[in-house]
């Protein structure tokens, strides 16, 4: 059972950055943190979970939400078994809880919720206007 733990989150104005982290641990099956492609998603309150970044096992092509794009950058050091999403110019409309997650299905990072087997508690990023 891989458990993830998000940080970073916190309250900033329109305009600011935030990076957040999420560690992995408890690996099975000889497994690793090279082995699990990582996803962050967020949710809004009253809104669904929605896909925000995602990079693939290797480190190779990330994806981005179009509304994220170029300003949000997902990374990862497999060394520190860490995935971070650096975030730049945060708008009101980013508000949401974020989480990491982890999956080993496909060859490529999935920009579905559903292809996760592994979730964070997530973290509270709140930005005001």
């Known amino acids: 059972q891989v458990q993830l733990a998000e940080s970073g989150g916190g309250l900033v104005q329109a305009g600011d950055s935030l990076r957040l982290s999420c560690v992995a641990s408890g690996y099975t099956f000889g497994h690793t943190f090279g082995t699990y492609h990582m996803g962050w998603f967020r949710q809004a309150p009253g809104k669904e979970r929605e896909f925000v970044a995602a990079i693939s096992r290797s480190g190779g092509t990330p994806e981005y939400a179009d509304s994220v794009k170029a300003r949000f950058t997902i990374s990862r050091d497999n060394a520190k078994n860490t995935v971070y999403l650096q975030m730049f110019s945060l708008k009101p409309e980013d508000t949401a809880v974020y989480y990491c997650?982890?999956?080993?299905?496909?060859?490529?990072?999935?920009?579905?919720?559903?292809?996760?087997?592994?979730w964070g508690q997530g973290t509270q990023v709140a930005v005001s206007s």
């Open positions: 997650a982890a999956s080993w299905v496909g060859s490529v990072a999935s920009t579905s919720p559903g292809s996760y087997t592994f």
